[in-house]
């Protein structure tokens, strides 16, 4: 999932503070590693795609798990 990122990804994500905040492709690995340690039925959700300039796009998700 990490290689569908820039190298330095941009994220709305209330857990990890308001506004907008970049992460690296390895930081979202770390995340994610987290997330299905703590969650193994983690998925994501993609409400809707936009595009974002000539290469990139953004992506809406909802990320769903139950801890275990």
């Not at 820039?6 to 994220?11: D, I, L």
């Not at 590693?33 to 909802?62: A, Q, Y």
């Amino acid at each position: 999932m990490a290689n569908m990122y820039t190298e330095n990804a941009e994220f709305k994500d209330p857990t990890l503070a308001q506004g907008i905040v970049r992460q690296t492709k390895q930081q979202i690995i770390e995340k994610y590693t987290r997330l299905s340690n703590m969650c193994p039925d983690v998925t994501d959700k993609v409400i809707k795609t936009f595009p974002s300039g000539d290469n990139h796009i953004d992506v809406e998700f909802v990320l769903s798990g139950t801890a275990g």
